[in-house]
């Protein structure tokens, strides 16, 4: 038998994949974009200048830099990232949202608060809303809320 803390977890990833799965048949089919090309833009999106390193980009996505460069090199075929070589250092290269990269996230994230909508909206009510989105905050406290 699984104590309620394991039980809670599995749960929180069973929730994950479930959104994950529904919204990733959707980006695909009305944008064009998996839900890890949303997300690298959405990270892009939120940061300084709307770039990042490999590097640093890899570390928000929880992956190598090897896999963010096999990412971003079909995105930038297709004129959704490019690449800015640090004006200082040529050696640092950074991804950065190009505008047709952030009109494609601008459509897609409608399209996700539409699904996070009905993920909320059919089950709970507007205060127990608020006090899931306060035990979020509690459950990334001191990571860093890079997307929200």
């Keep these: 038998m699984t104590d309620l803390h394991t039980t809670n977890a599995l749960r929180l990833l069973q929730a994950a994949d479930d959104f994950r799965a529904g919204l990733s048949g959707e980006l695909s089919a009305v944008h064009g974009i998996s839900v890890n090309e949303f997300l690298l833009m959405l990270h892009l999106e939120r940061a300084a200048a709307h770039r990042l390193s490999r590097v640093d ?21 297709i004129g959704l990232v490019d690449r800015q070589v640090d004006d200082r250092d040529a050696r640092l290269v950074f991804v950065v949202a190009t505008q047709a990269g952030r009109a494609k996230l601008s459509e897609a994230l409608s399209t996700f608060s539409k699904r ?4 909320f909206s059919d089950r709970w009510e507007d205060d127990e809303v608020d006090q899931f989105a306060a035990m979020l905050r509690r459950l990334i406290a001191g990571r860093g809320d890079t997307l929200a």
């Design 116 to 119: 996070a909508g009905y993920l």
């Design 57 to 77: 980009l890899a570390k928000r996505m929880h992956v190598s830099a090897s896999t963010i460069t096999r990412m971003a090199a079909p995105m930038e075929k």
